[in-house]
């Protein structure tokens, strides 16, 4: 009878600890924003070819690690000589409307932005903060959480949204500056939150299964 609540309790462990490990083990995924496909603002002047036009995005937050990952799909390949940059502007808890009386988009908040040129290369605030993979229409970087310091949110907690600019200064005869260089929003009218990975609750969970195991451990050395 011993033996046998014994061994029902090492498979209750076992399952115990299965099943935790098995959550603790399946990682938090970044919340993708989809964008429609050639929805190029009326006030935009430049190119409307596929590298202006977003149809995906998202930012993760890792917290172990202290870094950005920003990553985003347009609807054509970019090439290092396009005259495209993207623009990631993130709100760290002072972020203004800029936008709100040329776009009318008072909900796209920021008070830093990222900016990944179509060569690669990253910068913020002046400097250069790295280089972003570019591969066909998709772009994937990842920021040092020192370039995108707190003001009065903590990192896990900024709100970001993404647009293209164009950078020429004329297309089709026609002068392209300020929001006139602006193609597309993603979201198209509000700021979307950072996915802070891994979440609290998966971190809990995974210190849950270790004790678990180290419990069952202890159950079978006695």
């Known amino acids: 009878m011993k033996h046998s609540v014994l061994n029902k309790s090492y498979a209750a462990g076992s399952a115990l600890v299965v099943s935790v490990a098995a959550l603790a083990a399946s990682p938090a995924q970044a919340v993708t924003v989809a964008d429609p496909m050639g929805d190029f603002l009326s006030t935009y002047k430049g190119a409307q070819t596929g590298e202006f036009d977003v149809i995906a995005s998202w930012v993760n937050y890792d917290v172990d690690r202290d870094v950005f990952e920003l990553s985003a799909t347009m609807a054509g390949n970019i090439s290092p000589t396009s005259l495209a940059a993207y623009v990631w502007g993130f709100n760290r808890g002072q ?3 800029v936008f709100g009386n040329s776009l009318g988009l008072t909900e796209v908040l920021f008070d830093r932005t990222v900016v990944v040129n179509a060569n690669g290369s990253i910068t913020s605030a002046g400097a250069n903060v790295g280089t972003a993979t570019i591969f066909g229409s998709t772009i994937t970087a990842t920021i040092a959480g020192s370039v995108l310091p707190e003001n009065g949110f903590s990192k896990a907690n900024y709100t970001w949204n993404l647009w293209p600019r164009f950078t020429g200064t004329s297309f089709n005869g026609v002068s392209v500056s300020g929001v006139a260089a602006i193609p597309d929003f993603a979201p198209n009218t509000v700021n979307a939150a950072v996915t802070a990975v891994p979440e609290p609750s998966t971190t809990a969970l995974m210190f849950l299964g ?12 006695s």
């Open 95 to 97: 972020g203004t409307a």
């Open 210 to 221: 270790i004790g678990a195991f180290a419990l069952l451990r202890r159950r079978q050395a």
